[in-house]
C-alpha cells in the first residue's frame, strides 16, 4: 500500500466524530505551541485574528483555532472559521512533513479548502515556506521509505 493510500478505519471516524472540538484541537495546539515557541513556525500577522477549522475527514475530527497574536488558541466549533481545510490524517501530515506541498494535495483533491481564499493561498505560502525541524524530515523519511 501506498503511504498517500493509508486511510484510518471508518469506526475511527465514527469516534471522533463524538470528541468535543475543543478536545480534539488540543494536541495541533500544543504541537503548534511548542512549535512557535521553538522558532520552527511564525505566524504572519496576515492570520492575526483570523479563525480556521481543520477537518481531518478519516478521524472524523475537526479542530477549531485562532490566530491569536500569533498565538494559536481553541475556539468554539460553532463559529463560522474564515477557511477551512479538509483532508485525510496522512495528508495534513505529508504537508506539514514537506513530503507534498499544499498545491499537489490541492490538485489531485485531497487537500479542500474553503473561506476566504486570500487568507487560504496566504496559509498556503506559509506552510511551504516554513522550515521543517530535522526530525520531522526525518520521519517523513522513513515513512516514505517504509
Known amino acids: 500500500m501506498q503511504l498517500t493510500d ?3 478505519p471508518a469506526p475511527l471516524a465514527n469516534l471522533g466524530r463524538l ?7 488540543a494536541p495541533l495546539l500544543l504541537m ?11 505566524a504572519p500577522e496576515s492570520l492575526y485574528g483570523k479563525t480556521f477549522l481543520m477537518q481531518i475527514e478519516d478521524l472524523g475530527l475537526e479542530l477549531s483555532f485562532i490566530c491569536d497574536q500569533g498565538k494559536f488558541k481553541p475556539v468554539a466549533k460553532k463559529l463560522d ?5 479538509s483532508a485525510s490524517a496522512m495528508d495534513f501530515f505529508q504537508l506539514a512533513s514537506g513530503m507534498e506541498d ?21 496559509v498556503k505560502y506559509w ?8 526530525w520531522l524530515t526525518a520521519m517523513a523519511a522513513r515513512l516514505g521509505a517504509a
Open 102 to 122: 499544499a498545491d499537489t494535495l490541492f490538485f489531485r483533491r485531497r487537500l479542500k479548502m474553503e473561506g476566504d481564499t486570500e487568507l487560504g493561498i496566504a
Open 6 to 8: 493509508f486511510r484510518f
Open 32 to 42: 503548534l505551541e511548542l512549535a512557535r515557541r521553538r522558532q520552527w513556525l511564525t
Open 127 to 134: 506552510i511551504d515556506a516554513s522550515e521543517r525541524p530535522a
Open 81 to 85: 472559521a474564515d477557511v477551512r481545510l
Open 19 to 25: 470528541m468535543p472540538s475543543p478536545l480534539a484541537s
